[in-house]
């Protein structure tokens, strides 16, 4: 099951692609609504139903190849699946392709941002989500989906923007105090507002990591996620931010994570995939032949 229903070997074989959809599995440590496990190849399948022209760019990017790995499927432990994740994702880099990782709980990005980090020593990552996620453990495992930036920021100190963050626990804002290296963009400060997105883009250093936690989104167009929160970012808001960072930035890897599955719901699979396959034609927007603009 190809990403985009793409089924022509010159554009979706591993060794012609440029760009690999990896499928991970896992919901190890989730604390409230279940579904997350399901919802990476529930993606994959959604994206079939795509138009695989994109508008705003006016381009076909999956003509630079996309590629869906096998689904990475849970481990015995957290400390096995974050192991065997980062050890794949060296692997992965290795071959020089960008790589778009798809939750799964939110855990499952430490082990990946830490491999490109080691690729990409002046990297920073650009986080869309509801929650700060700072918690230093939570049930038990530091390798929780509540403390992926306090793996981030505290263990790695790898410069930090938090998009859309609009819960926060008394532990999490205390460790804001201790100088984490972070600048947070709350919600309620920019949500139906653009005049934000040039601040947040220019806090960001030249290589950026994109993680995208579905449920930084309103739960209004995205109710499926582990931890809905109200007040979220809309759609447009969310591609303006990620467009803009394409134009200025390098994004050198990416993931959405934290959709959960329900069955016979299928549009915010669709809204995930549609979400994914813009990201990539901003990203690689400058590779892209245009379709009704070509000379």
Not at 21 to 28: N, R
Not at 235 to 258: H, P, Q
């Amino acid at each position: 099951m190809n990403f985009g229903g793409i089924d022509e070997d010159e554009y979706s074989s591993f060794d012609a692609s440029k760009i690999l959809i990896w499928p991970v599995s896992y919901e190890g440590t989730v604390s409230y609504g279940s579904g997350t496990g399901a919802g990476a190849m529930a993606i994959v399948d959604a994206s079939r139903n795509m138009e695989l022209y994109e508008e705003e760019t006016d381009s076909e990017v999956y003509k630079l190849g996309i590629h869906t790995l096998e689904e990475f499927k849970p481990r015995a432990t957290p400390e096995a699946m974050m192991q065997d994740l980062y050890e794949r994702t060296k692997e992965l880099l290795e071959s020089g392709k960008f790589i778009c990782m798809l939750g799964g709980e939110h855990s499952v990005s430490a082990p990946i941002i830490k491999a490109h980090y080691e690729k990409y020593p002046n990297l920073s990552v650009l986080q869309i989500d509801a929650h700060a996620d700072l918690r230093d453990t939570y049930d038990g495992t530091p390798h929780s989906h509540a403390s992926i930036m306090a793996r981030v920021l505290r263990d790695l100190r790898i410069p930090s923007v938090q998009v859309g963050i609009r819960s926060i626990s008394g532990e999490e804002a205390r460790a804001l105090k201790e100088g984490l290296p972070t600048k947070i963009f709350w919600a309620r400060d920019i949500v139906g507002r653009t005049d934000w997105i040039e601040d947040a883009v220019d806090s960001l250093s030249e290589e950026v990591y994109l993680t995208i936690d579905i449920d930084g989104l309103d739960p209004s167009i995205v109710p499926t996620t582990g931890t809905p929160e109200p007040g979220g970012l809309g759609w447009y808001e969310t591609l303006a931010l990620i467009r803009r960072i394409a134009e200025k930035k390098t994004i050198v890897g990416m993931d959405l994570v934290e959709y959960s599955y329900f069955e016979n719901y299928d549009s915010p699979a669709f809204l995930c995939s549609k979400l994914v396959y813009k990201t990539l034609a901003y990203i690689f927007h400058r590779q892209l032949p245009k379709v009704m603009t070509a000379a």
